[in-house]
């Protein structure tokens, strides 16, 4: 079946440092990404949606300069949390679909546990 | 906007005991809705779609559009099936924007 690795699966950092979680599709093309983010005791809200080669369109609340994404291939996504902050700690998922249409279910990665001091 | 209910957030059940695990939706369009599954230090992956039909792991669910719900059904619980179920909804149009339930933990007792 189609794989999604993220990486890293954890990661602990200092207040102010950004941090870069990666999300690949190992045995298809991505056309479409998403990144989610998983507040404590509550749902995956998604953050971004993220299409090779153009600019990710960001959910409502989100802040972009907060939160880049990268979508430079078919098989590479990249989330980075910049000037990360201990309210940025949380759980963050991302995953990937080949279709665009929404014909296709998501394929999830194991997501990153992000831990800010 | 779309929203996605599961009203429980644990559902404990004795082994070889029925399982229904709720979920209602409100969205305006045709929504095609999903069950995902997490078992423990697992990722999230599919369970089913309602579009399908089909039964995994013995688990089924129907959309009743009516009652506007997705309750996902198993006739006898395993210890095996205990795990995080999340209940999805993707709106149709092309724009695969999924919203997820707040999640139900099935626990099944021995």
């Known amino acids: 079946g189609a794989v999604v690795s993220q990486h890293p699966s954890r990661v602990i950092c200092k207040s102010g440092t950004s941090v870069k979680i990666e999300c690949r599709s190992l045995?298809?093309?991505?056309?479409?990404m998403f990144w989610y983010r998983q507040f404590p005791k509550k749902s995956l809200m998604l953050m971004a949606t993220?299409?090779?080669?153009?600019?990710?369109?960001?959910e409502q609340g989100v802040e972009k300069d907060k939160f880049l994404i990268n979508h430079a291939s078919l098989t590479l996504s990249t989330l980075t949390v910049t000037s990360a902050h201990p309210e940025d700690s949380s759980f963050y998922i991302c995953?990937?679909?080949?279709?665009?249409?929404?014909?296709?279910?998501?394929?999830f990665g194991d997501g990153t546990r992000l831990s800010i001091l | 906007a779309q929203r996605v209910t599961q009203p429980e957030k644990l559902l404990s059940v004795f082994k070889g005991a029925p399982v229904e695990l709720k979920c209602n939706y409100s969205?305006?369009?045709?929504?095609?809705l999903f069950w995902y599954v997490q078992y423990s230090r697992q990722r999230l992956q599919l369970l089913l779609r309602?579009?399908s039909r089909e039964s995994i792991k013995g688990f089924t669910a129907d959309l009743n559009k009516g009652e506007t719900s997705f309750h996902l059904k198993k006739p006898f619980a395993q210890e095996e099936d205990s795990a995080m179920y999340y209940c999805?909804?993707?709106?149709?149009?092309?724009?695969?924007?999924?919203?997820f339930g707040t999640g139900t933990k099935l626990q099944v007792i021995p």
């Open positions: 995953s990937a679909t080949p279709d665009s249409q929404g014909n296709q279910p998501q394929h």
């Open positions: 045995d298809f093309q991505a056309t479409t």
């Open positions: 993220s299409n090779e080669g153009s600019k990710a369109t960001y």
């Open positions: 969205y305006s369009g045709s929504p095609e």
């Open positions: 309602h579009i």
């Open positions: 999805a909804l993707i709106n149709s149009g092309g724009y695969q924007k999924v919203t």
